[in-house]
């Protein structure tokens, strides 16, 4: 898979992308990252990339150009990109969209900023998607949280098969609490079911326990 990100601050990427499991994504060649800067494109002496809105109001607007000239570099490289757009006015992200994507061979994020894009680019683009019912400073934050959560399901990127599936949202429901060594501290001790070696228990004793936290954290999660 190639995951191109493009966006006017690239060097927001370099410390998520060079670490943890994306950086050992890319080592193994599950993932290949492009960080475009979209100034690369811009126009004129200055690089030009946005501009007053028509109609009046506050803010910039990103030019249609740039975007179009980026998108088109890239797609002559990247064949049959799909393109997706982070905005508050997207389609919400979740675990469904997020197994979907994992099974492109190649995207193409556009990171919004200032007012956001103008309208033209539309046409470029297959998918507006947002983070959450909140507005960020621009889609780099977005654009990282996506391509997270994607490579983190292509297959043989976690170290264990099972581990995306026993997570949140994986079954519907939010993940079980977990514990490790020492069985007890400051007084809190490990549940005993998860000592006892007994697998069936244990498996009863978790489906309670994501039920229960579900229905605490996440309640419209049980809604059928």
Request: charged share 25%; net charge negative; proline share 6%.
């Amino acid at each position: 898979m190639k995951i191109a990100i493009v966006t006017l601050f690239p060097n927001m990427f370099e410390p998520i992308l060079g670490s943890s499991m994306m950086w050992k994504a890319q080592k193994e060649d599950f993932v290949e990252f492009e960080v475009v800067d979209l100034r690369k494109y811009g126009l004129g002496p200055r690089s030009q990339v946005d501009d007053t809105p028509y109609g009046g109001g506050a803010g910039m607007v990103l030019k249609p150009e740039p975007v179009y000239e980026a998108v088109d570099a890239l797609k002559s490289k990247m064949a049959n990109a799909k393109v997706i757009m982070t905005t508050p006015r997207g389609v919400a992200f979740n675990q469904t969209s997020a197994k979907k994507l994992s099974k492109l061979d190649n995207i193409i994020i556009l990171c919004g900023h200032y007012e956001g894009f103008d309208e033209r680019i539309m046409e470029l683009v297959d998918a507006e998607i947002s983070v959450g019912d909140y507005v960020l400073t621009g889609g780099e934050l977005p654009a990282m949280t996506i391509a997270d959560a994607i490579v983190r399901l292509i297959p043989g990127v976690l170290g264990g098969s099972q581990s995306q599936y026993d997570e949140s949202f994986s079954q519907g429901l939010l993940e079980y609490p977990q514990y490790t060594r020492p069985e007890e501290y400051r007084g809190i001790k490990v549940p005993e079911v998860l000592l006892s070696g007994n697998h069936s228990k244990i498996h009863i004793w978790r489906k309670s326990e994501a039920v229960m936290k579900t229905r605490k954290n996440r309640p419209d999660l049980l809604e059928f």
